[in-house]
């Protein structure tokens, strides 16, 4: 089936287990169909949520990659917090050494194929015994190794700021990109998610289009984190921020699949193909 184009290439998120059914992922069940159903809407990619690295034998996902003719846009590391509860930031050793060692696990997996982790809420916050600035530290060594670790893959490892009812590190992208500057921490991108933007930045444009040199990947979502064209959320001016900023990677719909998933994987498809001739 031919389909017309995208500016930039996309992916779907595809989850699979059941501690994240509510979650804000447009396919949820078996990897078969959550491929076969982003290949005949016309997805370039897929970006994967598993229940951890030993989940899936890499060499099944590459078949289904191989037989539609997907990539792997992204692996999430969620599991580690919404199944195992995991932190970078516990004030625990043992519990953050857990938390690090399933980070270099996913990012081994997610390698070998092709594809970059995604810290989000695994990330954790600052609070109680933990200082700010302790958390602070945990989270740029973790950055650092997760970083190392990536590169033979010759992917880089993206980090999401999230907002402020998920994580009080960081929630701006600007201050996000500072912190992975400051630290020199290298091979880590930023993920810009843009429902988490909607609630933070007070220029959500502007905000891309400064943090375009960091930019690694883009979650894109309205403002209710539907697909984009059904809440308050304007695309032209994202459009227009990431093609000025030269952005070359995926726009991912993380969404909650309503009134269901097609309908929400076509509506977020036919929000970037508007654009297309622009």
């Not at 959550?34 to 690295?53: C, N, S, T």
């Not at 999401?160 to 990109?177: H, I, P, V």
């Not at 900023?245 to 993380?254: I, L």
Request: glycine share 8%; hydrophobic share 50%; aromatic share 8%.
């Amino acid at each position: 089936m031919s389909h017309a184009p995208s500016p930039f290439r996309t992916a779907v998120t595809l989850c699979t287990f059941p501690e994240a059914a509510a979650g804000p992922f447009v396919f949820h069940g078996t990897l078969e169909d959550g491929f076969a159903k982003a290949a005949a809407h016309g997805f370039d990619a897929v970006e994967l949520f598993l229940p951890g690295p030993d989940a899936v034998p890499v060499e099944e996902i590459l078949a289904l990659a191989d037989q539609h003719k997907l990539a792997i846009a992204a692996v999430g590391s969620g599991a580690g917090m919404v199944k195992h509860g995991l932190s970078l930031t516990d004030p625990d050793a043992g519990q953050r050494e857990k938390a690090r060692t399933f980070l270099r696990e996913m990012i081994h997996f997610a390698g070998k194929l092709g594809a970059p982790v995604i810290l989000g809420s695994m990330q954790g916050k600052s609070g109680g015994t933990v200082s700010r600035e302790q958390a602070l530290d945990w989270l740029a060594e973790a950055l650092q190794e997760a970083g190392a670790a990536a590169a033979p893959y010759g992917v880089p490892f993206l980090y999401e700021a999230l907002n402020r009812y998920e994580t009080n590190l960081f929630n701006l992208q600007a201050a996000a990109a500072a912190f992975l500057e400051e630290r020199g921490i290298a091979n880590v991108k930023l993920l810009a998610d843009l429902f988490h933007m909607n609630i933070e930045e007070d220029d959500v444009a502007a905000a891309l289009m400064a943090a375009g040199p960091w930019l690694g990947h883009v979650h894109w979502a309205d403002s209710q984190r539907l697909a984009m064209g059904t809440g308050h959320t304007d695309p032209a001016p994202l459009v227009a921020a990431l093609r000025q900023a030269d952005y070359t990677g995926y726009v991912s719909a993380e969404i909650f699949p309503r009134p269901d998933a097609d309908a929400a994987a076509a509506q977020t498809l036919a929000s970037l193909r508007a654009f297309a001739a622009v």
